[in-house]
């Protein structure tokens, strides 16, 4: 069950970081919000397909793709 969680009185340059990080790994302040909480819980964190996709390293060339009839 999901819960709404509000936090008052933040400080300007504090909400300032909280978007500019937010932008620097693509998601809502919102979604960096519960990524920060949830790192600081101790609880692992569910990567979305972009994020997975966004790890894998740039390796080889795209030719390695290319299908292959014999």
Do not use: C, W
């Not at 790890?55 to 390695?64: E, T």
Request: aromatic content about 6%.
């Amino acid at each position: 069950m999901a819960t709404n969680l509000i936090v008052r009185n933040i400080d300007p340059a504090l909400a300032h970081a909280l978007k500019q990080a937010a932008a620097l790994h693509g998601r809502s302040a919102e979604a960096e919000h519960r990524e920060i909480l949830r790192a600081a819980l101790g609880q692992p964190a569910r990567r979305t397909f972009k994020e997975a996709l966004l790890s894998i390293p740039d390796v080889g060339y795209d030719d390695d793709f290319n299908f292959r009839q014999n």
